[in-house]
């Protein structure tokens, strides 16, 4: 089982609020990542981030944004929520470095926005 | 277009049978295929991981096999159990920068029935 934590799990909330999804890691990884997920469809990367202070976007455009101010939390927010943002955002992280790397996976934030 | 595409979408099987879930891609150039397993509201565990040059490789029941010349991928299952019922992941990575990009297929989502 993987030390990557991720909170809340679910979260249903209105439209035009800030949100703040939790991700933190116990690996000491360096590399974090941010996936999005809708129902039987493949995963999106968003957001991605080499270790402290470095952020990138992903392949899927996303209105969140993400910072890095410490190894091991990694917390993804929208500023506005809006039904569209509704999808299930999943946490990940790597070591860095060339070579094969495995990436853990944690357990989800479903987020809903009514 | 580097794209993964798994077929069946959906098998439903009976405990203690066999089955096989089919991975074809064409992503270029390639480093690595992987196979998850994501239970319902979970993050995706890793199976396997085989690179260019290994064509099988096994994780208890589950057994991936590689053919990097027809870039086709299969997952075998063996003696099924109820806690194989999940969507099974297909992930391919590219060698297109120092720490790859990964491409991930929708998954085959297996209920296993008493």
């Known amino acids: 089982e993987a030390d990557i934590y991720q909170t809340p799990r679910y979260l249903v909330i209105g439209t035009g609020k800030k949100i703040t999804l939790e991700c933190s890691q116990t690996m000491g990884h360096d590399k974090m990542y941010w996936y999005q997920q809708d129902p039987g469809m493949e995963l999106h990367l968003i957001h991605y981030?080499?270790?402290?202070?470095?952020?990138e976007k992903g392949d899927l455009s996303s209105e969140s944004t993400v910072s890095r101010i410490r190894t091991e939390h990694f917390p993804l927010t929208l500023e506005s929520a809006r039904p569209s943002h509704t999808s299930q955002y999943l946490c990940?992280?790597?070591?860095?470095?060339?070579?094969?790397?495995?990436?853990?996976f944690g357990p989800g934030t479903r987020l809903t926005v009514t | 277009k580097n794209q993964v595409e798994q077929s069946p979408q959906s098998l439903i099987i009976l405990e203690g049978k066999n089955c096989t879930l089919q991975c074809n891609y064409t992503v270029s150039p390639f480093s690595n295929l992987r196979w998850y397993k994501q239970d319902t509201g979970r993050g995706p565990v890793s199976l396997t991981i085989?690179?260019?040059?290994?064509n099988t490789k096994s994780n208890g029941r589950y057994t991936a096999t590689l053919d990097a010349d027809t870039k086709q991928s299969s997952l075998h299952i063996t003696a099924s159990q109820l806690s194989d019922s999940a969507s099974y992941i297909c992930v391919v990575s590219d060698r297109g920068s120092t720490l790859g990009r990964l491409y991930f297929g929708r998954g085959t989502q297996l209920t296993v029935w008493p």
């Open positions: 981030s080499y270790g402290v202070n470095s952020t």
């Open positions: 085989m690179t260019f040059s290994e």
């Open positions: 990940a992280s790597s070591e860095l470095g060339p070579g094969l790397y495995e990436q853990y």
